[in-house]
C-alpha cells in the first residue's frame, strides 16, 4: 500500500491530496473511553493510559487493541458494578503487536538524545533489566548528565516498569536498537557496562593471578555477537555474573590488551 500511494504521489497527471493525521493523545483516549462506557474520568484514565502507551496513540491500533480486549473479555460489562469492567493486571499483560512496534520504533528519531542513550544501555542487559543496575551506574561516564530519561520512554511506549523490572514493550523494538548500535559503539558500551558494575564488587580482590594467567587461553570469552540473555537481571544473576557477562559481549577481539584479558579472565573463574 505504500509503494502503490508513493507511485501516485510521483505521477504528475494525478491530483493528490495528503492529509496528516496527528496521533490521540491520552486525553483523547480518555474521552474516548468516557463517551463509550459512560463512565467518568476518574475510573477510566487507567485504562486509557495503558491503551494509548501500548498502541502509541495511532487511532487505528487504539480501536484494534480496544476491540481485542472486549473480544477476550478482558473488558466486559459487570452485573454487579452495572459498567463495564476490566482487570488492570490483565490489560498490562497484553502485548504489543507487531505493527505497533514498527510504528513505535519510527518514533525513535524523536526521542531526546538521553532517553534514545538510556534504550541503548537497557538493550545491552537484554530484553528486561532491573532498574537498580541503571542506578549503579551513576556516577560513571555512562550515566548521562540529566540521569537515565526512564519517564518519557515510558509515555511513549518504548519500555515497560513493572516493580523494580523494565522490559521493551516488544522484542522488535529491543533488537532494532540494540543492533542498530554500532559493532564498535555497542562492545565499548558492553566494556564500560561490565567495569562499572565489577568495580562494585569485590572481583578484583579475589583474582589469584597466577593461576589464571597460565591458563588464560582456556578462559572463555563469548564473541560478542547479537545474542542477549534476556533474564540477565538482578534477581537472575549475582552482580559480579552480570559485570561478567558484560564484558564477555564485549568481546576477545575488543580487549587486546592482554593485562586487561587476564584480569577480565579472572573475573569469569570468579563469577
Known amino acids: 500500500l505504500a509503494d502503490r500511494l508513493l507511485d501516485l504521489q510521483s505521477n504528475t497527471r494525478i491530483n493528490v491530496t495528503q492529509i496528516n493525521l496527528s496521533s490521540l493523545s491520552r486525553d483523547d483516549v480518555c474521552h474516548m473511553l468516557m463517551n463509550e462506557m459512560r463512565l467518568p474520568r476518574r475510573l477510566v484514565y487507567g485504562l486509557a493510559d495503558a491503551v494509548h502507551k501500548k498502541t502509541s496513540g495511532h487511532a487505528i491500533f487504539v480501536v484494534e487493541l ?28 497484553v502485548k504489543t503487536g507487531d505493527n505497533v512496534a514498527s510504528l513505535i520504533i519510527s518514533n525513535l528519531t524523536s526521542l531526546e538524545p538521553s532517553a534514545l542513550w538510556t534504550l541503548c544501555v537497557i538493550s545491552c542487559f537484554g530484553f528486561k533489566s532491573d532498574t537498580s543496575l541503571l542506578r549503579l551506574l551513576k556516577g560513571s ?117 592482554r593485562i586487561r584479558r587476564i584480569k577480565f579472565a579472572g573475573w569469569n573463574l570468579q563469577a
Open 66 to 93: 480496544l476491540n481485542l480486549l472486549l473480544r477476550e473479555s478482558t473488558i466486559l460489562y459487570s452485573p454487579h458494578l452495572l459498567r463495564f469492567d476490566w482487570n488492570p493486571d490483565k490489560v498490562s499483560a
Open 141 to 257: 561516564s555512562i550515566y548521562p548528565d540529566g540521569g537515565f530519561d526512564l519517564v518519557s520512554l515510558v509515555e511513549h511506549g518504548f519500555v515497560e516498569i513493572s516493580g523494580s523490572v523494565v522490559s521493551f514493550s516488544h522484542d522488535l523494538i529491543h533488537q532494532h536498537v540494540y543492533e542498530k548500535m554500532p559493532m564498535r559503539k555497542r562492545q565499548k558500551l558492553h566494556l564500560d557496562i561490565g567495569t562499572t558494575l565489577a568495580a562494585k564488587t569485590t572481583l578484583d580482590s579475589r583474582i589469584s593471578h597466577q593461576p589464571i594467567e597460565d591458563s588464560m587461553e582456556q578462559i572463555f570469552l563469548c564473541d560478542g555477537g547479537d545474542e542477549q540473555d534476556d533474564d540477565s537481571s538482578m534477581s537472575v544473576l549475582s552482580l559480579s555474573g552480570i559485570a561478567t557477562s558484560q564484558i564477555n559481549k564485549a568481546g576477545p577481539e575488543f580487549i587486546s590488551d
